[in-house]
C-alpha cells in the first residue's frame, strides 16, 4: 500500500523541468525524498535559508541535477510510517526495514527491487548497522501524531500476520 516502507509504498517517479537550468532529457537515478522539495524551492528562487530552517531534513537537488557534484545527496535516507510502527534506512543500495512486531528485514535493492530475498540473516552486520542507524536518527524525532495504517498493524506485505488478533 502506498505509504508503507516497503518500495511500492515509498518509491515513486519524480519529475523536474527547469529549461533554462536544467539539461533536457537527463536521468539522475540516485534516491531523493520529498523532504528535498523546500530547500530545492528555496535555492531556485534564490532564497536563503532563516535561521529557523537551518536544520532542515533535505538538501538542495539543483546541483545534483544539473550535474555538478560527483557525490549523492544523502549518504542514507530514512522512514517512519504508522505511527513509529514501521522503519525503514536505505543506504546505497542496501535497505533495512521493520513493521509492527515482524522480524527486520534486509533488501539489496540493486539486484532484488521487489524485495522478495530477505538477506538480513546473511548479512547481519548490515542489517545491525543500519538497524542502528534507525534507532538514533528516531531519537531525535519528536513522537509521531498519528498513524496511517486502517488496518492497525495486521496487514503484512504478504497477508495477514500469523500472531494477528483482531
Same mark, same amino acid.
Given at each position: 500500500q502506498k505509504g508503507d516502507v516497503f518500495e511500492g509504498g515509498i518509491r515513486v517517479p519524480f519529475l523536474v523541468s527547469w529549461p533554462a537550468r536544467i539539461p533536457a532529457g537527463r536521468t539522475y537515478s540516485e534516491p531523493v525524498i520529498s523532504l528535498d522539495i523546500l530547500p530545492t524551492a528555496l535555492a531556485a528562487a534564490g532564497a /536563503?535559508?532563516?535561521?529557523? !530552517?537551518a536544520a532542515l531534513d533535505g538538501v538542495d537537488l !539543483?546541483?545534483?541535477? /544539473?550535474g555538478k557534484p560527483a557525490a549523492v545527496p544523502h549518504a542514507r535516507?530514512?522512514?517512519r510510517m504508522d505511527g513509529g510502527e514501521a522503519f525503514a534506512v536505505r543506504e546505497g543500495n542496501w535497505k533495512w526495514l521493520r513493521t509492527y512486531q515482524n522480524a527486520p528485514q534486509l533488501y539489496d535493492l540493486a539486484n532484488d527491487i521487489g524485495e522478495s530475498r530477505d538477506l538480513a540473516s546473511v548479512r547481519p552486520e548490515i542489517a545491525a548497522r543500519l538497524a542502528a542507524a534507525a534507532a538514533e536518527w528516531n531519537r531525535g524525532l519528536i513522537a509521531p501524531?498519528? *498513524?496511517?495504517?486502517?488496518?492497525?498493524?495486521?496487514i503484512n506485505r504478504? *497477508? !495477514?500476520?500469523k500472531n494477528a488478533t483482531p
Open positions: /536563503t535559508r532563516a535561521a529557523k !530552517l !539543483l546541483p545534483f541535477l /544539473t535516507l530514512f522512514w501524531a498519528f *498513524g496511517n495504517n486502517p488496518f492497525g498493524g495486521l504478504t *497477508g !495477514l500476520e
